[in-house]
């Protein structure tokens, strides 16, 4: 059964750093991941795709890497502000119709 | 932009009694799903729906559970005989295809079963 685990549960950093959250799956056989930001009570907001055979995935402030053999992947984000915090979640697509197992999250604060 | 959308935002019901919880996907999409987050807890799956079938299912999503594409467009989630467990923000998602394109999600329906 995949399991799907995010390292740290949570952060908080100053405005202007840059920062990686991480994401770990056991098994290797995923047909995609994706990185969503939820805000408290709100719905999932897809970040970024990246497919198996891609390597990672760039948009603006957010870099989506992805290591399909040691089960990891990575969100850079780069210049933090405020308006990024939220809780970030990492989902592995699986089988014919990619239905998602996901992450707990990473609960991100950026302070002012 | 598309979006998926959910209706109601939020709905309290008793015990026992019956929900329907409403969803309409991305015009052009051709996968439909629905998930469930227990508060403070992750996001689980609980059903596919494809070519007007389910394609597959969770151990959550047992006979109390029943989804349906009634009119083309609308998506619905049915809880027969609801418990205080099946508490919950609900999440609808859609694709496009499958392997290589974004799921996208509503902004959730929140049960309250009291």
């Known amino acids: 059964k995949q399991e799907v685990t995010q390292i740290p549960a949570a952060l908080s950093v100053p405005e202007g750093e840059n920062l990686v959250l991480n994401c770990s799956f056991t098994?290797?056989?995923?047909?995609?991941l994706q990185w969503f930001r939820q805000d408290p009570g709100k719905g999932l907001t897809s970040l970024l795709l990246?497919?198996?055979?891609?390597r990672e995935q760039t948009s603006g402030r957010l870099n989506a890497s992805l290591d399909k053999s040691s089960g990891r992947s990575t969100l850079y984000i780069a210049a933090s502000q405020p308006g990024d915090s939220a809780t970030y979640l990492c989902?592995?697509?699986?089988?014919?119709?990619?239905?998602?197992?996901f992450g707990k999250g990473t609960m991100l604060l950026v302070s002012p | 932009e598309p979006e998926v959308t959910q209706t109601p935002s939020h709905q309290v019901t008793q015990m026992g009694q019956e929900v329907i919880l409403r969803c309409v996907p991305i015009?052009?999409?051709?996968?439909f799903y629905w998930y469930r987050q227990i508060l403070g807890q992750k996001v689980e799956f609980l059903v596919s729906?494809?070519?007007?079938?389910?394609?597959?299912k969770s151990e959550i999503f047992d006979d109390q559970f029943s989804v349906e594409r009634p009119d083309g467009s609308n998506f619905t989630l049915k809880i027969r005989s609801t418990k205080l467990e099946d508490s919950a923000m609900y999440f609808c998602?859609?694709?496009?295809?499958?392997?290589?394109?974004?799921?996208?999600f509503g902004q959730g329906t929140r049960l309250t079963v009291v």
């Open positions: 998602a859609s694709r496009a295809g499958t392997g290589t394109t974004e799921a996208f």
């Open positions: 989902a592995v697509g699986l089988g014919g119709y990619s239905t998602l197992t």
């Open positions: 990246i497919q198996s055979s891609q």
């Open positions: 015009s052009n999409h051709l996968y």
């Open positions: 729906f494809y070519n007007n079938e389910i394609s597959e």
């Open positions: 098994d290797s056989a995923i047909y995609n």
